[in-house]
């Protein structure tokens, strides 16, 4: 097996942590939809999902972070760090390794419950400032994990001019995207969206690096 067709999560633990994280976000957003997002507080979300407070701020951090996490956002950063087996690559070279894994990347993680779920996180994103600027400093924080990953990949320099346009590039054009779906009020298909998306960024992203 390949690197390109690693699964992540790899280990045990870390499958246990994503399926605890992704049912707690669950219980999260069912009591936000019944009771309002600023009434319920985590230690209720604790309560209601069997988990200690602390264990909700060891996973997620924030109160905003029960609604922005994401389970698809390693697999991005996985996809870029073993994509052309994780070999150094030249920007141009590991794009186009990179493209056609795209599809087949989409249809693994986007599913009538992934969908249904982004677009309940997305309300709140739209409704709540505070998730707001939560999703900014999450987007941050990922915009610089990309940025390393991708310096790493093509022996560049992560300071690189061409690298940070690059992760911005990439980063932001995928708020973009969700951003335009909300905005249509999730009436196309979030498969289709993406995919039109990130062939836009991959195209944006050759004339950055070339």
């Given at each position: 097996?390949?690197?390109?067709h690693?699964?992540?999560?790899?280990?045990?633990?870390?499958?246990?942590k994503?399926?605890?994280?992704?049912?707690?976000?669950?219980?999260?957003?069912?009591?936000?939809?019944?009771?309002?997002?600023?009434?319920?507080?985590?230690e209720?979300?604790?309560?209601?999902?069997?988990?200690?407070?602390?264990?909700?701020?060891?996973?997620?951090?924030?109160?905003?972070?029960?609604?922005?996490?994401?389970?698809?956002?390693?697999?991005?950063?996985?996809?870029l760090r073993?994509?052309?087996?994780?070999?150094t690559?030249?920007?141009a070279?590991?794009?186009?390794?990179?493209?056609?894994?795209?599809?087949?990347?989409?249809?693994a993680?986007?599913?009538?419950?992934?969908?249904?779920?982004?677009?309940?996180?997305?309300?709140y994103?739209?409704?709540f400032?505070?998730v707001?600027?939560?999703?900014?400093?999450?987007?941050?924080?990922?915009?610089?994990?990309?940025?390393?990953l991708?310096?790493?990949?093509?022996?560049?320099?992560?300071?690189?001019?061409?690298?940070?346009?690059?992760?911005?590039?990439?980063?932001?054009?995928?708020?973009?995207?969700?951003?335009?779906?909300?905005?249509?009020?999730?009436?196309?298909?979030l498969?289709?969206?993406?995919?039109?998306?990130?062939?836009?960024?991959?195209?944006?992203?050759?004339?950055?690096?070339r």
């Amino acid at each position: 097996m390949t690197a390109t067709h690693r699964r992540f999560p790899a280990t045990l633990w870390e499958r246990r942590k994503v399926e605890a994280m992704s049912r707690i976000q669950r219980v999260a957003l069912d009591l936000f939809d019944e009771y309002g997002y600023r009434e319920v507080t985590v230690e209720r979300v604790a309560a209601e999902a069997g988990v200690s407070p602390s264990s909700i701020y060891r996973y997620f951090g924030t109160k905003e972070m029960l609604v922005l996490y994401d389970e698809a956002d390693p697999h991005l950063l996985e996809v870029l760090r073993t994509a052309g087996d994780g070999e150094t690559l030249d920007p141009a070279a590991l794009l186009a390794v990179a493209r056609p894994l795209v599809p087949v990347m989409i249809a693994a993680l986007i599913t009538p419950d992934s969908e249904h779920r982004i677009a309940r996180r997305l309300r709140y994103v739209r409704a709540f400032p505070e998730v707001r600027d939560g999703q900014t400093r999450q987007m941050r924080e990922l915009e610089k994990q990309f940025g390393q990953l991708f310096a790493e990949r093509c022996g560049r320099d992560p300071n690189d001019l061409k690298v940070r346009m690059a992760a911005s590039t990439a980063i932001w054009g995928g708020v973009a995207a969700l951003d335009h779906w909300a905005g249509r009020d999730f009436a196309e298909p979030l498969s289709e969206v993406y995919t039109e998306a990130v062939g836009s960024i991959i195209d944006a992203l050759e004339l950055i690096v070339r």
